[in-house]
């Protein structure tokens, strides 16, 4: 009984700090099926939490563009093995499997100029990965109740297009205008009014199609918008001319999408501070050599070869590892099955010279 007071109680207070739209669907979900991150309450450990939450996130990053450099080398991978197999890499490292920050993003060509990705199937559809694809994969980990928010592009074995090119350095010179004023006291829109700014003076500013970033915790969005006025539905958030705070964990993720072809999208992670910021997410490589995806990026022995697949396939039906008791059965087996054989060759032979 005291169980279930303590659970509605505590999604009565989740559901009453939530932002207005769908900022924490993924929250709600799982409240109400009286799942929560952690039966404790929520841990006041946040910066170091979400410090550990980034880190995990950089590790999926670094899966999911090793696994794009696998197309690149011929395997067949979808968005949604791809985007499985970041998922597991992130909680084999300690990222909460039963509450996640959010649906990990793998939106390939087309897909990728849909913000967050196929939305028939959470953002990581039954769409072959292919050579030439702009890839955007969004992720984010869960430590101690605390998520992170991260997201890089790639394109699959690299590319000479002018237009990809320019709208990759777009977004991430808008970045970087926008890094020496995140502090205290920064209006959150003035953040957003100068990447717009820049993104409209390289030829993109219709595509340019949510806010600049928004804030984190418990929940994957959170106050505040990083918006030049107006409400964002893609984030379930309203505008708000609040300065950011001391305790802000804010996201600048500049986007810019051409509708049918490919989108971008880079987004890094800040815990804000009086006087400045801590930028969480610096160590992850996000320039121009990140982006494009080549051959020799990886170590070439790793590569998939549909030889090597093929003797996987065989290595999956023994017995591994094989010890000692298993030799013994096999060697067993063979002569039990060399004395049979004989023994038919014989009564074949016995039969052969009976005949007339």
Not at 2 to 31: D, H, I, K, M, Q
Not at 127 to 141: A, T
Not at 230 to 250: E, M, R, V
Request: proline residues 6%; contains cysteine.
């Amino acid at each position: 009984m005291s169980r279930t007071v303590a659970v509605g109680l505590a999604f009565c207070v989740l559901v009453c700090l939530l932002p207005a739209s769908e900022a924490c669907e993924t929250e709600v979900a799982n409240a109400l099926e009286g799942k929560f991150p952690s039966p404790t309450g929520i841990s006041p450990n946040k910066d170091d939490s979400i410090r550990e939450s980034v880190h995990l996130a950089s590790i999926g990053q670094h899966v999911g563009r090793e696994l794009l450099w696998q197309v690149l080398m011929g395997a067949n991978l979808t968005e949604r093995a791809i985007a499985d197999e970041i998922n597991r890499a992130m909680i084999e490292n300690g990222s909460n499997p039963d509450w996640p920050s959010f649906s990990t993003i793998v939106a390939s060509g087309a897909n990728g100029a849909i913000p967050h990705g196929d939305p028939a199937n959470d953002g990581a559809g039954p769409k072959q990965v292919m050579v030439g694809d702009v890839v955007v994969i969004d992720l984010g980990g869960r430590v101690n109740d605390w998520v992170s928010d991260v997201t890089r592009t790639y394109v699959v074995g690299g590319t000479t297009n002018a237009t990809i090119l320019k709208a990759y350095m777009a977004v991430y010179d808008a970045q970087n205008l926008t890094f020496p004023l995140i502090e205290a006291g920064t209006p959150a829109w003035a953040l957003d009014d100068i990447a717009r700014t820049h993104i409209e003076e390289q030829g993109f500013g219709d595509q340019f199609i949510h806010s600049l970033g928004h804030g984190f915790g418990v929940c994957v969005h959170e106050p505040p918008l990083l918006s030049g006025g107006t409400d964002d539905p893609l984030f379930g958030l309203s505008y708000n001319q609040q300065p950011l705070a001391p305790y802000d964990a804010i996201t600048i993720e500049p986007g810019i999408y051409l509708d049918g072809w490919f989108g971008i999208r880079i987004e890094d992670d800040f815990l804000v501070n009086q006087e400045s910021h801590e930028f969480l997410t610096a160590d992850l490589p996000r320039d121009l050599d990140w982006f494009q995806i080549e051959v020799d990026d990886y170590d070439a022995s790793k590569a998939f070869s549909a030889d090597n697949d093929e003797d996987a396939d065989v290595d999956r039906l023994l017995p591994s590892p094989i010890g000692l008791i298993e030799i013994v059965c096999l060697v067993g087996l063979a002569g039990w099955r060399s004395q049979r054989l004989n023994r038919d060759f014989e009564e074949v032979d016995v039969l052969n010279d009976d005949a007339p």
